[in-house]
């Protein structure tokens, strides 16, 4: 499934996650994969912790990092199109 500004995401069951000097880090408990997010990355994983659109977390990111909505909206789909194939994360609605 795409990836839009519409879609819903959430964090996925299959994970588990710590933030260590302000970074996250995550372990896929499928496969033992372990993954290190910066800041900004951080952040988003924070906001999919519950579910939320991809509008939102873009919303939030623009609102605490100085960055276009633009760009923003394309950094997040990209990170969340990666943490989506990794198996971290999860589309779970396409809003209207």
């Given at each position: 499934?795409?990836?839009t500004h519409r879609s819903?995401?959430?964090?996925a069951r299959?994970?588990?996650?710590?933030?260590?000097d302000g970074?996250?880090?995550?372990?896929?408990?499928?496969?033992?994969?372990?993954?290190?997010?910066n800041e900004v990355g951080t952040r988003v994983w924070e906001l999919v912790?519950?579910?939320?659109?991809v509008e939102a977390i873009r919303d939030a990111v623009c609102g605490e990092y100085e960055v276009t909505p633009d760009r923003c909206l394309a950094?997040?789909?990209?990170?969340?199109?990666?943490?989506?194939?990794e198996g971290l994360v999860e589309v779970v609605d396409e809003g209207p």
């Open positions: 499934m795409e990836i819903v995401v959430r964090a299959s994970q588990v996650s710590t933030v260590l970074e996250a880090v995550l372990l896929e408990l499928d496969r033992g994969i372990y993954f290190g997010l912790q519950q579910p939320r659109d950094d997040v789909i990209g990170l969340l199109v990666r943490m989506r194939d």
